[in-house]
C-alpha cells in the first residue's frame, strides 16, 4: 500500500499515473518530469555553448595573419596580404550582430604553378583558425550519377572536420585544390557530356554562392534510404586553388591585343614569363574553361609568384617546419647529430631550379642525397652526419632523379 502512494515530487502525479518513478534520497521524480527536465538542460547548454564559441573565435588581425603565415610560407607577399584579408573578413562575418546589412562573402582564386606553395598556404592557415578546414581535390570530382565522388562530398570532408558539429562546419573553410582540373576543354559550350569538367563546376554554383545541401554523413553516393544532414553554404569561405598549365598564352595574347604590327610586339617585350601571371583578370579564366557563372563566385583573384633561387634556398632553412629541419628532428630521434654545409644547399637549390619542380623538387632531391644515410646509419655505431658539397653531387649522380634533366 505504501509504494501506491508514492508520488512525483515535482508534478505531484501519484505512482499509479506514471510510466516511471524514480526514487531519490528524500524524493522521487516522474519519467515526464526527467524529460522536461533534460529539454531544459539542453536549451540552456546550446545557449552557453553558442557564447562560448563566439568568445573562444579570435579575431585576429589581417597583419597578425600574415605575421602567422610568415613563419612557414616563404615568399608569397601578395597572395598572404590577400588571404588574410579574406580570412579575417570571414571571422568578423562569423561574429557581426544582427543588422540590416548582410555582409557578403568573398571566395578566393589562387593561380600559381605547381610547387609555389597553393596547398601550404592553406594547410597553414588551419594551424591557427578556430573554424573547421577542409582540403578537397576537385579532380576527384564528376557529376551526380557517374564514376566519381559527388560534389556535395566537400561538405562531408568539413562535417568530419568539425567532428560532425553542424554549426561548427557552417562557419567553417573550404580549400578546393585542383580546381583548373574542372576546366572545360575548349570557350566553346560543350555539346558533349564533360561529366568531370563543366558539369561539375554547374554542380559547384549554388555551393559556392550558399545554399541548403543534403550532405550524407558518411559520404559516397546517395540513396533514398540514406540519412542526410543539411547543411548551409551560406557562411562557408570556399578557396580555390589551381595552377591553370597554359594560361600565360591567354594572358599573352590579351596583353599584346591593344594593337598590331612592330610596336605590338615591343609593347609586349617587357612581360615577362615569370610575372604573366601578375595581369591576371576573370576573362582569362574563362578563355581557360571556367566558366563565366563561377569564375563570378570567386570574385576575389590572386596569384602566386614563381620560386627563384634564393626563395627556394630560405624554403630549405628558414621556415619553422623548413625541410631540413625536418630531417634533422629524423636524424635527431635516433640520435644522429646532422649537419649540411652551405655548398650543398646551393647545390640542391641550383638543381631544383634546373629541374623546375618548385619547393616540392628541394623535397625530392634531399631525399635523393639522404636515402642511403638514412638507411645505413639507424643502429649503427656512427652518430654524426656532415653533408659536403661533394658528398651531394655523388648521391644525386646515382639517383634516377639525373632523368629529370633531360625531360625538363
Keep these: 500500500m505504501e509504494n501506491k502512494e508514492l508520488s512525483c515530487s515535482f508534478c505531484?502525479?501519484?505512482?499509479?499515473?506514471?510510466?516511471?518513478?524514480?526514487?531519490?534520497?528524500?524524493?522521487?521524480?516522474?519519467?515526464?518530469?526527467?524529460?522536461?527536465?533534460?529539454?531544459i538542460i539542453h536549451e540552456e547548454t546550446s545557449h552557453n555553448v553558442a557564447e562560448v564559441n563566439r568568445e573562444d573565435v579570435s579575431l585576429r588581425k589581417p597583419k597578425q595573419i600574415k605575421a602567422f603565415l610568415d613563419d612557414y610560407v616563404i615568399g608569397q607577399d601578395y597572395t598572404k596580404r590577400v588571404l588574410s584579408v579574406a580570412v579575417y573578413n570571414h571571422y568578423k562575418r562569423l561574429l557581426q550582430p544582427k543588422s540590416d546589412v548582410e555582409i557578403q562573402k568573398s571566395n578566393v582564386l589562387m593561380v600559381g604553378e605547381t610547387g609555389t606553395g597553393k596547398t601550404l598556404m592553406a594547410k597553414t592557415i588551419a594551424k591557427?583558425?578556430?573554424?573547421?578546414?577542409?582540403?578537397?581535390?576537385?579532380?576527384?570530382?564528376?557529376?551526380?550519377?557517374?564514376?566519381?565522388e559527388d560534389?556535395?562530398?566537400?561538405?562531408?570532408?568539413?562535417?568530419?572536420?568539425?567532428?560532425?558539429?553542424?554549426?561548427?562546419?557552417?562557419?567553417?573553410?573550404?580549400?578546393?585544390?585542383?580546381?583548373d582540373k574542372i576546366a572545360r576543354k575548349?570557350?566553346?559550350?560543350?555539346?558533349?557530356?564533360?561529366?568531370?569538367?563543366?558539369?561539375?563546376?554547374?554542380?559547384?554554383?549554388?555551393?559556392?554562392?550558399?545554399t541548403v545541401v543534403n550532405v550524407p554523413p558518411k559520404g559516397g553516393r546517395k540513396h533514398p534510404d540514406q540519412k542526410f544532414i543539411e547543411i548551409n553554404t551560406e557562411h562557408i569561405l570556399f578557396v580555390a586553388g589551381g595552377a591553370f598549365d597554359g594560361i600565360q598564352k591567354h594572358i599573352s595574347k590579351r596583353l599584346?591585343?591593344?594593337?598590331?604590327?612592330?610596336?605590338?610586339?615591343?609593347?609586349?617585350?617587357?612581360?615577362?614569363?615569370?610575372?604573366l601571371l601578375s595581369y591576371i583578370v576573370p576573362s582569362d579564366l574563362k578563355s581557360f574553361g571556367l566558366i563565366p557563372e563561377i569564375i563570378g563566385r570567386l570574385p576575389v583573384i590572386t596569384h602566386m609568384e614563381s620560386l627563384d633561387a634564393q626563395a627556394l634556398r630560405a624554403i630549405l632553412t628558414k621556415p619553422k617546419n623548413a625541410i631540413i629541419k625536418q630531417y634533422k628532428a629524423l636524424f635527431d630521434l635516433d640520435e644522429i647529430s646532422f649537419s649540411i654545409s652551405d655548398g650543398a644547399l646551393d647545390f640542391i637549390v641550383n638543381k631544383a631550379v634546373e629541374y623546375k619542380l618548385g619547393a616540392r623538387g628541394l623535397r625530392s632531391l634531399c631525399e635523393a642525397v639522404l636515402t642511403d644515410a638514412m638507411f645505413e646509419l639507424p643502429g649503427s655505431e656512427e652518430k654524426e652526419l656532415r653533408i659536403s658539397k661533394s658528398y651531394a653531387v655523388e648521391k644525386l649522380n646515382k639517383s634516377k632523379l639525373q632523368a629529370l634533366k633531360a625531360v625538363s
Design 256 to 275: 599584346n591585343m591593344q594593337s598590331v604590327g612592330y610596336s605590338a610586339a615591343k609593347k609586349g617585350d617587357h612581360y615577362g614569363g615569370n610575372t
Design 186 to 210: 575548349s570557350d566553346n559550350p560543350s555539346i558533349t557530356r564533360d561529366v568531370s569538367g563543366e558539369g561539375v563546376q554547374q554542380a559547384l554554383l549554388k555551393l559556392l554562392e550558399g
Design 151 to 179: 560534389v556535395e562530398s566537400i561538405l562531408t570532408r568539413l562535417l568530419q572536420a568539425a567532428d560532425y558539429d553542424q554549426s561548427k562546419a557552417e562557419k567553417g573553410i573550404v580549400f578546393i585544390d585542383e580546381i
Design 12 to 39: 505531484g502525479k501519484k505512482k499509479d499515473d506514471t510510466n516511471l518513478l524514480i526514487a531519490g534520497l528524500d524524493a522521487h521524480i516522474c519519467d515526464r518530469c526527467i524529460e522536461q527536465a533534460n529539454g
Design 128 to 148: 591557427m583558425l578556430n573554424v573547421p578546414l577542409a582540403i578537397v581535390d576537385a579532380t576527384v570530382l564528376t557529376e551526380a550519377g557517374y564514376v566519381g
